[in-house]
T-cell receptor, first 115, second 113 residues
């Protein structure tokens, strides 16, 4: 079965712009989580959606937002981009309502570069 | 505040030898620990996990050891193979759930043929 699909794979934006990233989970998976990966910081949890509802949010500013659609596809949006937002953004989907790292399947990520 | 720490950013090992990757955590509430492996241009893939009620879990060449009193876990790969070369992330969870998954900064393992 198809894995987690993230689009686009690469993105270059300028400071002040906004960006929308997309994630299509594995068919049947209802939980989608987003992580930011930067050198030296590992993977930082952004937020988790389950059945179109944001269940949990990490410690990121309000410029970072997301949503989930009825087909479980999810988008995350970053407004007023800053240079420090340059990172690999990873999406993970899970079938279980409680997620659980062992149930995750990660996508390949979107590499965002802010110039 | 990094609650899960991997203090070695890189490790090089000869093929056939043992690779030992270390991870420390600070939060005693963590009760589930996982290792993920990441190749360039791919997302992390789950490797092995251990519950806090155990001190060892083995899966083929991979063994994870947990020392709760020291808040330390390690991943042993024996024998190491060139295909094991990747970045390894340690993660910890409080009762499961995406919101409770804390990752370390990763260790890049290079297995030299």
């Amino acid at each position: 079965k198809a894995g987690v699909t993230q689009t686009p794979r690469y993105l270059i934006k300028t400071r002040g712009q906004q960006v929308t990233l997309s994630c299509s989970p594995i068919s049947g998976h209802r939980s989608v989580s987003w992580y930011q990966q930067t050198p030296g910081q590992g993977l930082q949890f952004l937020f988790e959606y389950f059945s179109e509802t944001q269940r949990n949010k990490g410690n990121f500013p309000g410029r970072f937002s997301g949503r989930q659609f009825s087909n479980s596809r999810s988008e995350m949006n970053v407004s007023t981009l800053e240079l420090g937002d340059s990172a690999l953004y990873l999406c993970a989907s899970s079938q279980l309502s409680t997620g659980g790292g062992y149930g995750y399947t990660f996508g390949s990520g979107t590499r965002l570069t802010v110039v | 505040d990094q609650q899960v720490k991997q203090n070695s950013p890189s490790l090089s090992v000869q093929e056939g030898r043992i690779s030992i990757l270390n991870c420390d955590y600070t939060n005693s509430m963590f009760d589930y620990f996982l290792w993920y492996k990441k190749y360039p241009a791919e997302g992390p893939t789950f490797l092995i996990s251990i519950s806090s009620i155990k001190d060892k879990n083995e899966d083929g060449r991979f063994t994870v050891f947990l020392n709760k009193s020291a808040k330390h876990l390690s991943l042993h790969i024996v024998p190491s193979q060139p295909g094991d070369s990747a970045v390894y992330f340690c993660a910890a969870s409080k009762g499961g759930g995406a919101n409770n998954l804390f990752f370390g900064t990763g260790t890049r393992l290079t297995v030299i043929p």
